[in-house]
Structures are given as structure tokens and as C-alpha cells.
């Protein structure tokens, strides 16, 4: 993922600053004193489970809800205040939010006619927005004789075309079925480097915000529970929702070897020191990242062993899923690419087999209660 | 019951007769749901209104005449009486458009416990009788009435304004009925307008009232279409509301037939009036969709 | 089967037998009841505690008693060939422009006595039912009581918009007794009123006349409860009507009076729509009603007078009421009695051409 601050498209972007940013709903905190610094020009996405108050933060940003305490800021300017047209912020809304009663060029014209651009500039500049999201020539069409992946498209040339700031999405893609889904998550992501505008994304999709975002904020009960780039919070979550939420992943307690290192089923999972806490720590199992030890040549040094019993393998497609036993009724996923046959070992239910974990691609994370 | 052996052998018809038998009974079954609507149809409006027209053309002595329509011409009352029909018609859908579109939109804004709250305050009216809130509002609005007395009491004006017993009591009684007949296609058309709308309008760069201008008011205009027609419409055809509160002042096409009814029982005069009538209902309707298409492509240029 | 409407769905077999037996009853010895129409209100209690319930107790013959009453409806009934109304209460005129439209049956004077009624109060096709006057009527506190001094007297009275100031009310979308005070109010005396009438000019003279007088008619009332409501709220200082709806008016306190002096004598009467079911024993019952003892009765209820002279000789009335009925012999001579024959053939016209005058 490239970070497209270096793709000197600056002059268009601003930077978003949003502190202690409050908002209830009677007694539900839908933002809880929210503090996030968004980069100029950086595509970030708002990710988390519905009701977690990604859509909240957004809608503030946008101006269509008041919050009830904070500051947000678009590079120096508080914009708290400022009523939602005043904003100067593009935003593709869910429903897509299309005028029925005006064309394609009618609609992506609109925020330009708003702003007194000249009759000629309009037509020119709704051309060339067109020909960005590849629907040139469809300017005359009404709404309702596009496909949804068309209309997401004009609802994108509408909100980009007036050469905002920033540019917000809420869930834009989540009406499209999923192979156009993820071929227009590879366009967003050309288009936001071609545009270099500082984007806002939302969405409760991890794959999609893993595949699109240069930084991700996973958000909970209205509060950051991490920010950082996708690689980091996949491999690094700071905590079990993360892990949880991200990827798929078996979670299991940790406890001290004879030696002190953190172990697991009597093997030592890590080589890292971490100082004993109250609530202990967690093991985050990774499916992809266990591999079959007979298959694999193993170094002991690097590697925990674990003997199981194969409770059940399925065939997916590209990958395979195994679901092992390692003993005391705790059940572990596997997951191999099926690239190579004997990637799965021909596993069958009641098998024995022994499961390898690097010791360095272990995730360790601070144990919670579980709720 | 299906033999094995039977089913080896026409595999490709197998059921086929009875599976289209059953499919055709269904038919059957649907439009059988319709014919009670279909008959009242042809029983309550299409023969009448056949009659109607066939009377029409039927003079005093039984043969085929244009008497009644050559006296419409005659008098200069019964163009007198369309006009007036039509200007009261026009003028009520008018006032209810002004009174009924900022109450639909109220009433769209508000969550939906207090809009079903406020919609029973528009409704209640439906509950009373027509006669009852047409006299409710010759008390209130009479010489001596009670906004007269108020209004002198509190010196607002010195002697009795008058307020009924002409075109203006008309239309102030006839607002009042029909309001709920233009409020509630409006306001479920209204409610259907995603709030997304405003929202994408405002965040374009449209100040709340370009963006009422521009989006709301065009895509509520179906609804407001819908209720003003329903509301024309309804108001062509009145009798009581402007023969009590207009006072013999305000006729209309109704009050006309009525008067040839009882004094005549011409039923051909009186067929005459009311086949002219709904010619030019349906004119004027052909004239409005010409129009409101006319409308619909003007917004569609944005 | 009117009669066995008692029967339910449940007991079939009861039904038919009894409806059978019904038949054969009805065939021999009992008619069917006559159905008596009359209009609602004070006027159709009044007749039905002054005429009906006992007219029907004495002579046996059964009725039913509907309301709403009009000769349009009777008319479409006749029209249609579907009369269920055997005696239909109408005004005058209406009773004239249904006979001439061949709505209603001849009446039978070998059975109804009319020996004694005022000449007027019957035609071939109605008998008079009660006299009532369209009069003059106005606001005693603005313009005074009856008889005074200053009062209004005469139709000029009522059109001197000078002389005594105010607005006024008319009669709306009906032509009946809307011309002569017109004309009179114009200078025509009363007996060659509807000499005049009769022509074209005529007309259009008593028209003018009102249209002079329009910018002064607050309103054009449609019913009697209406001239009494206005009258009552004081609505309008000056307005045309029937008399007995002033005289409830003032019961009820409104400060109204009105003239005879000038008043268009008119009546009700009972008509028998052509084809009705029950032709003959109707026509009994007409004869039975129209008799002066129950007549006599009538003024107890409502003040408008007896069309048979003899009920004055037998009624129980007071002096007084007695002497303020339109039919009172000291009143018939003040008053225009209402010319039928005019209406049957100008009518038509004379609503055209004041509903010309209305919508203008």
C-alpha cells in the first residue's frame, strides 16, 4: 500500500482533526470523546460493527448531525459550526442519493451550477468526471435506466466533481453484488490516487477496508479501538475486539512455562518477554498462519508443535479449512491454499497430525473478559 | 396417484395436463376476485352515465334533441355557473395547496409517533359530518358570528366584516373539507423522498432553500399533483359546503342541476349539465397531464 | 311481504307457509298499507299528530310513513316504473310542474269531498293540505313592530333601500313567489300581476327589479330553516319566507314580524304519483284527512291554516291563533293568492331567467 501523501497531490487535500468529539443518543454514546487526526490526502477507513458509530462520525463530518461536544477541523479551519453546504466536502452516500428527477449530466452538473460555473465548463467538466468513472456518453440517461454499479459510479463523478477537499463514502459499495464490489474497490483505490483528495471511508466490510485503506480506524462503542495501517492492525491488533473483528482468528489464554515464556498447550509460543499482568494474556490463532509440521520442514527452534486430532476438513475453492482438536477440548482452524495437493495432507476426520505456529508469527494480546 | 410404469414412459408430459388445469383455475380464481369490483363498475358509473348521456339528448317531447344544450348557450347563467365552478374549484385546490404543503411537510419531519398524532388532527375532520362542520363554520364566521363578536371585542375592526354568504365563506368551508384530501397523498409522498436527498443536496453546496427548490419541492410534486386533482375534482362536483356558506351567491354546476331537479324534474337538463360538466372535468385533467409531463421534462433538465 | 319481515332465515319452511297464508289474507280481506310521504321535521310531526295517526285509526286503512318528500324523486319513480309512493306531500307548484310533466294521477273527486274547500287550494291533480303566505319579514328591533308606526308595510317598503336600510334576503335557485313582489314593489296592483308576468317584458321587469335591490341581498336563503336562522341570528334586517317558520322564529325569541298585507297565499297539498300500488285506498285516505275535523287540529301544531273552511267552524283553536293563519278570512283578502296556471306554463322560462339574474 502506497501512501499517496508522496503523490504531490496535496494542494487538493486537506488535513481532517477531530478531538474529543461526543455524541448521545438519550443515554447510548454513539461517539464517545472521539479523537482522530485524518492525513492529507490519505484514504482512511472507518471500520466496525453496525450501531459502533462509524456512520455517526461521518455524518458529523459532514455537518448532517450536531454532536454535542468537540472540534473538527479541516486543516486550520473549525468546522463544528458550519452548516453542511458550507462544508465543501464530497460524500457518496449508501443509497447512492441520485436526483430521479434530473439526468446523469444533470446530476453531476449540479454542485457545479451551485457554484456559478460557466454553461461551458459545467458540460466539459461533467465530461471529463464521466469519462474518470468510464460512463461517457451516458450523460443523457435517466437514473433509472442505470445498473446500481452505474449509479454508484455518477453518485461517485457528483460527489468528485466539484474538486472537494474531502471526499466521504458511506459504504458506497455495499448495494453491488460481489464481483463488482470488488472490482470497483481496485477503482476507488486507482481513483483516489489519481485525485490525491483526502477520503473518508466507511464501512463494516474488513476485507474492503484491508484491500482500499492506507490507514484503517477500527471503531467500537463509539471509541477508536486502534488506527493504523491495515498490515499493522491485521498482524498487530491492539486488542481482542481488533483481533476478533479483523481476520479470522481462535483466541486462547496464555500461561508461563517452567522457563517463564508465554506458552501454550505446553509449547512456548513466543520469544518476546511480557511482564505479568492481572488479566494475563491471550493467544490470537491465525488459521492461515498454522501449517501442517509433517509437511513443512520444521525448525523446533522457530517452531510450536501441537499434536491433533482432525475433527473436520472442508474444500473451498482456492483454500481448505481444517478444524483440529489439540486435546483439552479447545478446537483450532487451519487454512491452506490448495495450490499444491498435498498442501492439506488428504486429511480426513479422526486423523492424528501434528500443527506448526512460528514462534514470531505469534499474536500476543492483553486477555480481556470475554463479554 | 402416478403408476411407475405410466411415469416411465411419458416423462416428458408427465402431470403436464393437470399442472395447466391447475394453473388456469388460479387465473380463473384472481380475476374472479376482480369481477365484483368489475360489476360495480359497470352497474354504479358506466350505466348511469350512459343514461346520463342518452337523457341528455332527449327533448320534452321524447325525440332526439339539442334543446338542452342549445339553451346552455341561451342563458348566459350557465357559462356563468362553469366559470364560477371552475374559479371555486381552482382557488380551494389553491388555498389547500398553500395551507396543505408546509402541514404534509411538518408532518414529514416529525418522527412517526407525533405525525401519527398530528395526521388524527388532520383527520378528525373526516369524522364529523360534512353538514356539521359546514354550519360550524356559518357560526363562526356569520354577522354576529363568533370571529366577528371576537374581533370587534378586541377592536381589530369596528362593525361585522363579512365573511360568509359569499365567494369568500365558500372557500374558507370548502379548504377546510378538502384539506386532508390534498395533506395525504402529499405526505405520503413526501415520506417516501429518502432523507439521503437533502442530505446529498446539502453537501453539494445547496443552501436549505435551492435545495427545497431543486429537490424536495420536484420530487414531491407527484404527490402534491395527485392531491390537488383528487381535490379539483371533488370540488367540481360540491353542493353543500357553497350552498350554505355562499349564500346563494356562489353558484355552482351542482347547485344549478339541483335547481332544475326540483323545480323541472327536467332529467334532461339537468343530464346536459352534468355530461358538460364531466367533458370538461376530463378536459381540463387532459390538459393537466399534458402540462404536468410538459413539467416532468423541464425538471428532468435539471 | 312487508308483512312477515319477522321471519328469519333460520325457519324456511315457517316463512313460506306464512308468507302463502299472508297472500291469500291480503287478496281477501286486507289491502296493503298506503305509503304516506310528508317532509321531516316540525311540518311532518305536525301532520302526523294532526292528520295521519288519526285519519289512519278511524278509517282502518294502514300507512306507512315515510320523509322526504319530493316531486322529483316521484317523478323518477313514475319515470322508471318503479313507484312505491302512494301519497307524496308537495308544494303548489311543484304539484302543478309534475302534473304537467304526466308525473301524477288524477285525483277523484267522487271520493275526496272538496265541497267545502276554498276554490283555489285544489287542482285536477292535488288537494290542498294546509294555506301557508310567502310574506315579508323583518328585524322588529331595526325597523319596528307589525301595524306601527315606520313599519314596513308593502312590497315598495321592502325594496326602499332608502326608506329603510339594511340588507336583505331571497329566495336562492327556485323562482317560486321570487317575481310578484317585484312587480308589485314596481307599481303593479296585485290582481294584474300575473297578467304582466305572462309576457317576456313582464318578466324581465320584475328581474330588473331585483337586480336594482341585488347589491343589498346579503343572501339568498334555500330553505325555511334557513329564513329562520337568519332571521334569528340577525343575519339579514329584511328577508322573504313562510310565515309559519317566523312565527317558530319568534317562539324561540328572535325579534321578527311580519305582513300579510301583499303576501302570496299558497298551500300545500297531497298527490298521488301515476301508477301508484295502492290507488284506491290512498285516494280513501285523502278523502279521510282531507276532512275538517282533522284539519282543524292542524293549527295546534304549526300556524298554517285549514284548507277546508268548515275545520274553522269545528276547531277548539283560540281566537288568536285562529286569526293569524294565512287562510283566515280576515287575511285571504290582503294577500295575492299564488297563480297556478303561470307557473305551469312560465315557469321554466321565469327560472331561467332568474338564475341568469343569481349568477350574475
Given amino acids: 500500500m502506497t501512501n499517496s501523501e508522496s503523490n504531490g497531490a496535496a494542494s487538493t487535500a486537506l488535513p481532517i482533526h477531530i478531538q474529543g468529539l461526543t455524541k448521545r443518543y438519550g443515554k447510548l454514546h454513539a461517539l464517545d470523546a472521539v479523537d482522530l487526526d485524518i492525513r492529507s490526502g490519505e484514504f482512511l477507513t472507518l471500520l466496525g460493527p453496525s450501531g459502533s458509530g462509524k456512520t455517526t462520525l461521518l455524518m458529523a463530518i459532514a455537518g448532517f448531525n450536531r454532536p454535542d461536544a468537540g472540534s473538527i477541523r479541516f486543516g486550520d479551519e473549525e468546522v463544528i459550526l458550519k452548516p453542511p453546504h458550507k462544508r465543501d466536502v464530497g460524500m457518496v452516500f449508501q443509497s447512492y442519493a441520485l436526483f430521479p428527477h434530473m439526468s446523469v449530466a444533470g446530476n453531476i452538473a449540479f454542485p457545479l451550477k451551485l457554484r456559478g460555473v460557466s454553461e461551458k465548463e459545467c458540460a466539459e467538466r461533467v465530461n471529463e468526471a464521466l469519462e474518470t468513472v468510464q460512463l461517457s456518453g451516458l450523460g443523457e440517461r435517466g437514473i433509472d435506466q442505470l445498473s446500481g454499479g452505474q449509479r454508484q459510479r455518477v453518485a461517485l463523478a457528483r460527489a468528485f466533481v466539484f474538486r472537494p477537499r474531502i471526499l466521504l463514502m458511506d459504504e458506497p459499495l455495499s448495494a453491488l453484488d460481489k464481483k463488482l464490489r470488488e472490482r470497483m474497490q481496485i477503482e476507488l483505490k486507482h481513483l483516489h490516487r489519481q485525485l490525491g483528495v483526502t477520503t473518508v471511508y466507511v464501512t463494516h466490510d474488513q476485507r474492503e477496508a484491508l484491500t482500499m485503506s492506507d490507514r484503517i480506524a477500527v471503531i467500537n462503542h463509539g471509541r477508536l479501538a486502534q488506527v493504523d495501517t491495515p498490515e499493522a492492525i491485521y498482524n498487530h491488533p491492539a486488542n481482542a475486539f481488533v483481533a476478533d473483528f479483523i481476520g479470522e482468528s481462535t483466541m486462547v489464554p496464555l500461561s508461563r512455562d517452567a522457563s517463564g515464556s508465554l506458552s501454550f498447550a505446553g509449547q512456548r509460543i513466543t520469544d518476546k518477554a511480557y511482564e505479568d499482568t492481572a488479566e494475563g494474556w491471550s493467544l490470537v490463532v491465525r488459521p492461515e498462519r498454522l501449517f501442517l509440521a509433517d509437511t513443512a520442514g520444521v525448525d523446533p527452534e522457530k517452531t510450536a508443535v501441537f499434536d491433533v486430532t482432525v475433527r473436520e476438513s472442508v474444500f473451498q475453492g482456492e483454500t481448505a479449512f481444517v478444524l483440529v482438536d489439540i486435546g483439552d477440548d479447545t478446537e483450532l482452524a487451519l487454512r491452506f491454499g490448495t495450490g499444491s495437493a498435498e498442501a492439506t495432507g488428504g486429511l480426513k476426520p479422526g486423523d492424528r497430525a501434528r500443527v506448526g505456529l512460528l514462534r514470531e508469527d505469534a499474536i500476543v494480546i492483553p486477555r480481556e473478559r470475554q463479554p | 396417484m402416478n403408476r411407475p410404469d405410466a411415469a416411465e414412459g411419458g416423462n416428458r408430459d408427465r402431470n403436464a395436463g393437470m399442472l395447466r388445469a391447475q394453473e388456469r383455475r388460479e387465473e380463473w380464481g384472481l380475476l374472479s376476485l376482480a369481477a365484483p369490483a368489475l360489476l360495480v363498475i359497470v352497474l354504479v358509473i358506466l350505466i348511469p352515465v350512459g343514461w346520463l348521456f342518452y337523457l341528455s339528448f332527449i327533448g320534452g317531447d321524447g325525440q332526439f334533441s339539442l334543446e338542452h344544450y342549445r339553451k346552455m348557450v341561451e342563458y348566459k347563467s350557465y357559462a356563468r355557473t362553469f366559470a364560477t365552478t371552475f374559479e371555486v374549484s381552482i382557488l380551494t385546490t389553491g388555498i389547500c395547496i398553500l395551507l396543505g404543503y408546509p402541514l404534509a411537510y411538518f408532518l414529514a419531519l416529525l418522527p412517526p409517533r407525533w405525525a401519527g398524532i398530528f395526521m388524527l388532527a388532520v383527520l378528525l375532520p373526516f369524522w364529523t359530518s360534512l353538514l356539521v362542520r359546514t354550519y360550524a363554520w356559518l357560526v363562526l364566521l356569520q354577522r354576529k358570528g363568533m370571529l366577528n363578536e371576537f374581533a370587534i371585542h378586541i377592536g381589530l375592526w369596528d362593525s361585522p366584516v363579512k365573511l360568509v354568504h359569499n365567494m369568500t365563506g365558500t372557500l374558507i368551508g370548502m379548504a377546510h373539507i378538502m384539506l386532508p384530501f390534498l395533506v395525504l397523498p402529499l405526505y405520503s409522498a413526501m415520506k417516501k423522498i429518502d432523507r439521503d436527498m437533502m442530505h446529498a443536496a446539502a453537501n453539494l453546496g445547496a443552501s436549505p432553500a435551492t435545495a427545497f427548490r431543486q429537490v424536495y419541492l420536484p420530487l414531491s410534486l407527484s404527490g402534491m399533483v395527485a392531491g390537488s386533482l383528487i381535490v379539483f375534482i371533488l370540488c367540481l362536483g360540491f353542493y353543500v359546503t357553497p350552498a350554505v356558506l355562499g349564500g346563494g351567491r356562489v353558484i355552482m354546476v351542482s347547485t344549478q342541476i339541483t335547481a332544475i331537479l326540483e323545480n323541472q324534474f327536467d332529467w334532461g337538463a339537468a343530464s346536459a349539465l352534468g355530461v358538460v360538466l364531466l367533458v370538461a372535468t376530463l378536459l381540463v385533467l387532459y390538459i393537466a397531464a399534458r402540462f404536468f409531463k410538459f413539467d416532468a421534462a423541464l425538471f428532468g433538465k435539471g | ?360
Avoid at chain 3, 327556485?174 to 317575481?179: Q, R
Avoid at chain 3, 339579514?236 to 328572535?254: I, L, Q, S
Avoid at chain 3, 287575511?331 to 305551469?344: E, F, R
Fill in chain 3, 1 to 360: 311481504m312487508k308483512l312477515h319481515n319477522e321471519y328469519s332465515g333460520g325457519k324456511l319452511a315457517h316463512t313460506i307457509v306464512g308468507a302463502a297464508a299472508a297472500m291469500l289474507v291480503s287478496g281477501v280481506a286486507h289491502a296493503d298499507p298506503v305509503t304516506v310521504v310528508s317532509w321531516g321535521g316540525s311540518y311532518g310531526e305536525a301532520q302526523d299528530k294532526a292528520l295521519f295517526t288519526d285519519a289512519s285509526k278511524n278509517s282502518g286503512i294502514e300507512i306507512i310513513r315515510e320523509s322526504g318528500a319530493s316531486m322529483s324523486k316521484a317523478c323518477l319513480q313514475v319515470q322508471s316504473g318503479a313507484v312505491t309512493w302512494d301519497l307524496v306531500v308537495t308544494g303548489s307548484g311543484g304539484a302543478a310542474s309534475a302534473a304537467a310533466e304526466g308525473c301524477l294521477e288524477k285525483i277523484d273527486y267522487s271520493v275526496v269531498d272538496v265541497s267545502d274547500f276554498y276554490p283555489n287550494l285544489y287542482t285536477d291533480y292535488c288537494v290542498g293540505a294546509d294555506v301557508f303566505a310567502t310574506v315579508m319579514a323583518w328585524n322588529t328591533e331595526k325597523y319596528g313592530e307589525p301595524g306601527t308606526e315606520g313599519a314596513p308595510s308593502t312590497w315598495a317598503d321592502f325594496f326602499d333601500v332608502e326608506k329603510f336600510p339594511g340588507t336583505r334576503a331571497y329566495r336562492a335557485n327556485n323562482v317560486d313567489g321570487a317575481l310578484e313582489p317585484a312587480l308589485m314593489a314596481d307599481g303593479v296592483p296585485p290582481e294584474q300581476v300575473y297578467e304582466v308576468l305572462s309576457t317576456r317584458e313582464g318578466k324581465e321587469r320584475a328581474i330588473a327589479k331585483i337586480r336594482e335591490l341585488k347589491p343589498h341581498i346579503a343572501v339568498f336563503w334555500e330553505s325555511g330553516a334557513m329564513q329562520a336562522q337568519l332571521m334569528k341570528d340577525a343575519e339579514v334586517d329584511m328577508t322573504t319566507g313562510w310565515n309559519g317558520r317566523f312565527d317558530n322564529a319568534k317562539k324561540d325569541g328572535a325579534a321578527v314580524g311580519y305582513t300579510f298585507n301583499q303576501a302570496m297565499l299558497d298551500y300545500d297539498c297531497f298527490a298521488m304519483p301515476k301508477g301508484a300500488p295502492n290507488k284506491d285506498m290512498a285516494m280513501k285516505f285523502l278523502a279521510e284527512v282531507s276532512k275538517p275535523e282533522y284539519q282543524a287540529n292542524l293549527p295546534f301544531h304549526i300556524t298554517y291554516g285549514p284548507t277546508n273552511k268548515k275545520a274553522y267552524e269545528v276547531t277548539t283553536a283560540p281566537k288568536e291563533l285562529i286569526e293569524a293563519l294565512p287562510s283566515h278570512p280576515n287575511n285571504v283578502p290582503l294577500m295575492l293568492p299564488i297563480n297556478l296556471d303561470w307557473y305551469a306554463e312560465h315557469r321554466a322560462e321565469a327560472l331561467e331567467l332568474y338564475m341568469e339574474l343569481l349568477s350574475e
